[in-house]
């Protein structure tokens, strides 16, 4: 039987170990503000999708994520693997402890740890949209989900250079310019073929972003036009380019103008699917994807979300009453 009100799943691994380190403070904040909780922690990789299936099966719907977007990545996907409820009766609040917070940046969350309690206790939620991915491979069908951004070709070879970043104890902005500066020495274009909501398009692909939330990479604005919560994906799409290419844009990835670039194509799409004859390297929420064919389709309005501000939104979100009344 339930005894409190929110879980709490931390990573104590979550920026640089940063959530370990913290883990007292964080709980000595949740007291101060007299929030009713029970923590458990995630101890190794996509534990969190265990843990929070197992737990939305005992009962919880309210949940604290203490990490970055990894974490959220793998609590959404143990949400929507569970069939003890469907995962709009579930709400997901903030306290960010990783490396990039990108997710965060869309919805108006402080990257503090009292700030973002707070906003959690005003209670103000939105249901966003969740990108489901299908992988297909030659001896399996994958499936997984995502709550900001996938990235396929040299954005996917990028993330799994931080991740290993990371998993040395490196954070901070670093992280990602040296994988990007490393990934590009090593990394080769390939011709694909994708289809935006079945109209089919062949390039050849440096990158491709798919996004729900704007941001990815710790602040770089590959979506620019993706909005949360009105049913569609932004996708971004960077053919062949060189690395003056890439230097002349490096500021534009940051707020957004490198969409203008002739290299650069963008579209919106329900669905959205890329094949090739050697499978990209592929990522959700910065977290490595199996190798495959992909097959990206959004799921409009399936989870709440508890948000600070809705200026990247694209309707009039309503504050429902605060869970813990």
Known sequence: MIQSDWL??????????????D??????LLKKHKINFHMVTSDYPRHAISLAGEMVAAGYRNIIIAGGDGTLNEVVNGVFQQDNCPPEEVTIGMIPVG??????????????????????LEGKTIRQDVGKITIRRPTETVTRYFMNMAGFGFDAMTAARANRLKDKGKSGIRVYIHSLVSSYLSYRSRRLRYFVDEKPFETVLFSASVGIGKFNGGGMMQAPGAIPDNGEFQVTVIRRIGLWGILRNFTGLYNGSFIQDKHVTTHTARQIRFESD??????????????????????????NVIYGNDRYFSRQPHAEEHPLK
């Open 23 to 28: 883990k007292g403070k964080i709980m000595k």
């Open 8 to 21: 709490v799943i931390l990573n104590p691994h979550a920026g640089s170990r940063r959530g370990a380190h």
């Open 99 to 120: 490396t990039g917070n990108d997710w965060i940046r869309t919805f108006g969350i402080p990257d503090e740890y009292k700030k973002a309690i707070e906003i959690i």
């Open 278 to 303: 050697k499978p990209i390297p592929g990522e959700s929420d910065g977290e490595t994807l199996k190798r495959g064919h992909y097959t990206l389709e959004i799921l409009p309005g399936k989870i």
